[in-house]
């Protein structure tokens, strides 16, 4: 009697134990390398566009980037600007890589008053655009504008250098979620990237993502 309680009580740890470790197995399995917060954060930013298309899919260069600067930058400027590049560089590097240039240039960067954003074709209100070309969903040429007009703070002119450069690599859209990020909406001085805007740089040129997916298929690829 004694021998048929063990053999019972045996049985009935084991029945507990497994279902257990396959559970763990499972989820140790399908943990993904993102966030909810993340995934919910890069589909916001990175489907679609602030202006312009409303078609809501991924956008992303597949070459290496070429700066060239026109118009009349100041020192300040052009410190700010080669630390973005520097910055973006660390983190997505080994895909793409930023350069300033003089010639065959892929992005031209013009510090100009607000008289001449329309090279640009730059929506009215703005102090800062980008505007970007793209076939099949690969960005392959931007403008950006930086205003230079002396109603500016440097630390805005900053904050708006970093921006645009930064929506240019495809991160389209503004977002109220996170205030000092630098895809905030609203007005701000950020003159650095979150934690958070590093991971969505990284997200866009991960190899998980590719032009002209929608944001199913982003989110489907990014919990895996």
């Known amino acids: 009697?004694?021998?048929?309680?063990?053999?019972?009580?045996?049985?009935?740890?084991?029945?507990?134990?497994?279902?257990?470790?396959?559970?763990?197995?499972?989820a140790e399995n399908s943990k993904s390398d993102y966030t909810d917060n993340e995934i919910e954060y890069f589909t916001e930013i990175a489907l679609g566009s602030e202006y312009g298309s409303n078609v809501q899919v991924i956008r992303r260069w597949d070459s290496d980037i070429k700066i060239k600067i026109n118009g009349n930058p100041n020192e300040k400027d052009l410190q700010t600007l080669n630390q973005v590049i520097s910055d973006i560089n660390e983190i997505i590097g080994d895909k793409i890589n930023l350069s300033l240039v003089d010639?065959?240039?892929?992005?031209?960067?013009?510090?100009v008053p607000l008289s001449d954003f329309s090279i640009c074709n730059a929506a009215s209100g703005n102090y800062?655009?980008?505007?970007?070309?793209?076939s099949n969903n690969v960005?392959?040429?931007c403008d950006i504008c930086i205003a230079t007009d002396d109603v500016l703070l440097q630390e805005e002119r900053s904050h708006m250098i970093r921006e645009e450069l930064t929506q240019s690599l495809g991160l389209m859209n503004d977002s109220l979620e996170y205030?000092?990020?630098?895809?905030y909406e609203e007005w701000t001085y950020t003159q650095k990237y979150l934690e958070i805007d590093k991971k969505m740089i990284e997200i866009l040129y991960s190899d998980k993502i590719k032009p002209g997916m929608v944001k199913q298929e982003v989110e489907s690829e990014l919990r895996k």
Do not use: T, V
């Open 139 to 141: 960005i392959y040429e």
């Open 1 to 26: 009697m004694i021998s048929n309680k063990i053999i019972l009580s045996c049985i009935f740890i084991l029945c507990l134990f497994f279902p257990c470790c396959s559970f763990y197995e499972q």
């Open 179 to 183: 205030r000092d990020s630098i895809f």
């Open 128 to 134: 800062g655009y980008f505007n970007c070309k793209w």
């Open 103 to 111: 010639s065959n240039q892929n992005i031209d960067i013009n510090f």
